[in-house]
């Protein structure tokens, strides 16, 4: 039986975070930032070379649950990803306050400032967080 992995995304409009479980789906570990222009592009490579068995990406909601504003960019990807890979089932996770719990993230590790005002650093943590709450909600 081959393991394969999940993928995230934490989707944005100048960059894309990436993370990747481990094959045994427990622990998410940052694998990238991207720019969105050159997404598909990375997944086809990445498809290619790592066996996945599904791609979370990060929806974003308001308090309120309805959808944010950021939803206008993340539901044509959506489509475009559906497109070019039909058969690989993707799904969605509430990304609500992960790039605030990235910058914290950030603070408790000790990284440095201006390692802290690297926005891909935010988008590939904020991308393993959501993909470690996914992982959480599947097991329990």
């Known amino acids: 039986m ?12 100048k960059r894309a975070g990436l993370a990747v479980s481990d094959p045994m789906k427990m622990i998410a570990n940052g694998l990238t930032t991207v720019h969105p222009n050159e997404l598909l592009d990375y997944l086809c490579k990445y498809l290619d070379k790592e066996q996945v068995e599904i791609i979370v990406v990060g929806y974003p909601k308001q308090m309120n649950n309805h959808d944010s504003e950021s939803v206008q960019y993340i539901k044509p990807f959506l489509k475009k990803l559906k497109e070019q890979f039909p058969n690989m089932p993707v799904e969605l996770e509430d990304e609500r306050f992960t790039s605030r719990m990235a910058q914290d993230a950030m ?16 988008d590939k943590i904020s991308a393993t967080i959501i993909l470690q709450s996914f992982l959480e909600r599947k097991i329990s």
Do not use: C
Not at 107 to 122: D, E, H, S, T
């Open 2 to 13: 081959i393991v394969g992995r999940i993928l995230a995304i934490d989707y944005g409009k």
């Open 107 to 122: 603070l408790q590790g000790g990284m440095k400032k201006k390692q802290r005002q690297n926005k891909a650093n935010v």
